[in-house]
């Protein structure tokens, strides 16, 4: 009988092509559990693409696997033309899907903690300020945290120029 974990998944693990799945494990290790997506579910990692499948590491010790068709990748331009060319090994993803079909976008693992140590700062505040006093607080909160992230754009686009410096067109930048 087929419990209702398996229900969710969007399909068999055995459709996972052996090869892939030592492809995966050379990278990540041979300890990894891995296991298919399941509808409505919430990603976020580094992955590694073949013609059919995608695998994403979403902790330590565990892998997601998805069925490349499922997934829209028009987010950006950029990942558009990642996907077309299979050029999306080690990228950060985001993949979200409603039901059983997916939208993937470019993850920033550093930028998503920002917004998450802020959150959790206002939250603890919102239990402590009331008032006119949490309403200062939280715009400042707020200008801090879009400071933060200003800042870290800044260093990623440096680090992209120095890393791509003379590789693609003047006046051309990449999206990220």
Not at 9 to 24: A, D, H
Not at 87 to 113: C, G, H, M, T, W
Not at 118 to 126: M, P, Q, V
């Amino acid at each position: 009988m087929e419990n209702q974990q398996e229900k969710s998944q969007l399909f068999n693990k055995n459709q996972i092509p052996p090869i892939f799945e030592q492809t995966v494990k050379a990278k990540w290790g041979n300890e990894i559990e891995s296991s298919p997506a399941r509808s409505n579910g919430r990603y976020s990692g580094p992955i590694i693409a073949d013609d059919k499948f995608i695998a994403q590491k979403v902790s330590d010790k565990s892998v997601v696997f998805h069925n490349r068709e499922s997934i829209d990748f028009s987010g950006s331009e950029n990942l558009i033309n990642r996907s077309k060319n299979n050029r999306l090994n080690d990228v950060q993803l985001s993949i979200q899907y409603e039901e059983k079909q997916a939208k993937a976008y470019f993850y920033d693992p550093q930028r998503a903690n920002i917004h998450l140590m802020f959150n959790r700062i206002g939250k603890e505040a919102g239990e402590q300020l009331k008032g006119a006093e949490l309403t200062k607080f939280s715009k400042n909160l707020e200008s801090i945290k879009e400071t933060m992230i200003k800042k870290h754009v800044e260093h990623k686009n440096e680090k992209f120029e120095k890393r791509t410096a003379g590789k693609s067109e003047p006046g051309k930048g990449a999206e990220r």
